[in-house]
């Protein structure tokens, strides 16, 4: 009797174990992600009023991700990207100003963090957590942009998707347009003359980007993930 009691308690503590390791494995959760992002840009302004993707230059960086939750996050960037256009291509006619280069091609180097949030969460996670693998997420934040000799800070906009495709590896595409606070990006300042406000006759300029990135530093929690 006495050995048939030690074989049910033994055999009572690996089925309520297991499925406790088990359930840290499969839900475990990282702080951090790291990883890198290439892609496209393109600019809007007085060479472009308002034609997406028109003079599409290659970009590319490096991210980082800390998530908050499943569902938070706060992310920061260093990317680079050309902005071209040529305004006399434009339907509008500017002012004759023959000391005026209406034609222009330029690298933009921005950096920046945003403050994202998913609809879903995001995550590997099973049961009552209801955490997906492929979420879409939209964000804001602030920025600085360094275009030749100007320096002005930006604010970012926009959304993306990404996807877990394995437990400490994400991809993903990220869209945001950077409202930056400066005219003199394209160097076509003010041709018409006219006060711009804070956003108002601003330059901006667009990245489109798909990263990779792998999770680092796990979050350790109890075994009912509380």
């Known amino acids: 009797m006495s050995r048939f009691n030690n074989i049910v308690g033994l055999l009572t503590f690996i089925l309520l174990a297991f499925p ?13 992600e790291l990883g890198g992002m290439a892609g496209g840009s393109f600019y809007l302004g007085d060479a472009n009023y308002s034609t997406l993707y028109k003079g599409l230059n290659l970009g590319g960086g490096l991210m980082g991700r800390y998530n908050i939750n499943p569902r938070m996050s706060l992310k920061g960037n260093i990317s680079y990207g050309g902005i071209s256009g040529n305004a006399l291509l434009q339907d509008n006619k500017f002012p004759a100003n023959p000391e005026q280069e209406w034609k222009f091609s330029k690298g933009v180097l921005d950096i ?7 609809f879903w969460g995001y995550g590997m996670g ?5 955490q997906r693998r492929l979420v879409p997420y939209i964000q804001v934040g602030l920025g600085a942009t360094v275009c030749g000799s100007v320096f002005t800070a930006n604010i970012p906009f926009g959304f993306g998707v990404k996807y877990k ?7 993903g ?7 930056s606070l400066s005219d003199k ?3 076509i300042p003010d041709p018409y003359s006219i006060a711009g406000g804070f956003l108002k006759n601003k330059d901006s300029y667009c990245f489109t980007m798909f990263y990779i990135s792998y999770d680092l530093c796990p979050k350790y929690r109890k075994c009912n993930n509380e």
């Open 185 to 187: 990006l394209d160097g």
């Open 112 to 118: 920046g963090c945003q403050y994202e949030i998913s």
């Open 126 to 130: 099973t049961g009552y957590k209801g």
């Open 165 to 171: 495709f394995k437990e400490r590896w994400n991809c």
């Open 20 to 32: 406790c390791s088990s359930l840290r494995a499969q839900e475990l959760e990282y702080a951090v």
């Open 173 to 179: 595409v990220d869209w945001t347009m950077r409202f």
